[in-house]
T-cell receptor, first 111, second 115 residues
Framework: DAKTTQPNSMESNEEEPVHLPCNHSTISGTDYIHWYRQLPSQGPEYVIHGLTSNVNNRMASLAIAEDRKSSTLILHRATLRDAAVYYCILLAPNAGNMLTFGGGTRLMVKP | GAVVSQHPSRVICKSGTSVKIECRSLDFQATTMFWYRQFPKKSLMLMATSNEGSKATYEQGVEKDKFLINHASLTLSTLTVTSAHPEDSSFYIC???????????FGSGTQLSVL
């Protein structure tokens, strides 16, 4: 089974870029990489997802390593509202869409 | 966009009572729904996979008689915590599978506190 590992916490200054890493060295060729964030006592909120190519949306960018064994979520300009726990999640279509959650990275944003 | 509705968002109950949590997919049919449990400052842990019209598949260590799952329709799955005890206090979250591997759809979660 695939596993994902993330740093427990990271700190950023407001208005600066943030790079949140995720290692998934046992990812299979068909697993999707999703990133969600979670505020206290709330369900996870979608951030971005991808398969092989880098992805951009209005919230963030996702950089996927060529070998797909790691990925990085990039917040271009952190705001105080971006303070949350960010989860790197693998979705396995060949395993009944099973989700594998990383431990999550708690992002703290300093004003 | 697709929405998953989960309620109640918070429930406080006495030890020994049963609590039902509902998870609904509002604008799509979900043949599969997942139930997770989350302890404070911990990641989500899969409890069971709920398939419409069939028995749920439970993860190792999850008591099926304690956590009853019913997926009677393509838009509704329920988790019933039977004879709840304080150690069952936790944050429970559902997710619904739209099978297109695009966005995942999570409920907003239910904070269960058993006194």
């Amino acid at each position: 089974d695939a596993k994902t590992t993330q740093p427990n916490s990271m700190e950023s200054n407001e208005e600066e870029p943030v790079h949140l890493p995720c290692n998934h060295s046992t990812i299979s060729g068909t697993d999707y990489i999703h990133w969600y964030r979670q505020l206290p006592s709330q369900g996870p909120e979608y951030v971005i997802h991808g398969l092989t190519s880098n992805v951009n949306n209005r919230m963030a960018s996702l950089a996927i390593a060529e070998d797909r064994k790691s990925s990085t979520l990039i917040l271009h300009r952190a705001t105080l509202r971006d303070a949350a726990v960010y989860y790197c999640i693998l979705l396995a279509p060949n395993a009944g869409n099973m989700l594998t959650f990383g431990g999550g990275t708690r992002l703290m944003v300093k004003p | 966009g697709a929405v998953v509705s989960q309620h109640p968002s918070r429930v406080i109950c006495k030890s020994g009572t049963s609590v039902k949590i509902e998870c609904r997919s509002l604008d799509f049919q979900a043949t599969t729904m997942f139930w997770y449990r989350q302890f404070p400052k911990k990641s989500l842990m899969l409890m069971a996979t709920s398939n419409e019209g069939s028995k749920a598949t439970y993860e190792q260590g999850v008591e099926k008689d304690k956590f009853l799952i019913n997926h009677a329709s393509l838009t509704l799955s329920t988790l019933t915590v039977t004879s709840a005890h304080p150690e069952d206090s936790s944050f429970y979250i559902c997710s619904a599978d739209r099978t297109d591997n695009e966005k995942l759809f999570f409920g907003s979660g239910t904070q269960l506190s058993v006194l």
